[in-house]
């Protein structure tokens, strides 16, 4: 199944990258603290944010900030396999 990531403009009015991390820019809801990186960690290790009320991995965010839409066929993850480190370079 294909997922329909958000494009590139809008996460850019959305998110603030900083140090691997995504931050709101505007605070999306009154218990969420735009300090704090965006979105919580799941079960599965990864983190994820909700946008358009669809969760989603912040790498593949973080990608897409970066680097405009994920081509077909192309599969985002952490090079060294440490789903905290979302830094650009470690994509």
């Not at 294909?2 to 959305?14: G, H, T, V």
């Not at 995504?22 to 960690?41: C, Y």
């Not at 970066?66 to 440490?82: E, K, M, T």
């Amino acid at each position: 199944m294909k997922i329909d990531y958000p494009a590139q403009q809008e996460l850019r009015s959305l998110f603030r990258y900083e140090d691997g991390e995504l931050f709101w820019r505007l605070q999306p809801s009154p218990n969420v603290d735009i300090a704090k990186p965006a979105g919580t960690t799941h079960s599965d290790g990864y983190r994820q944010v909700k946008v358009r009320s669809y969760p989603y991995v912040t790498h593949r965010l973080i990608w897409i900030l970066h680097n405009g839409a994920i081509s077909d066929g192309l599969d985002v993850d952490h090079i060294d396999g440490i789903k905290s480190n979302s830094a650009i370079n470690n994509l």
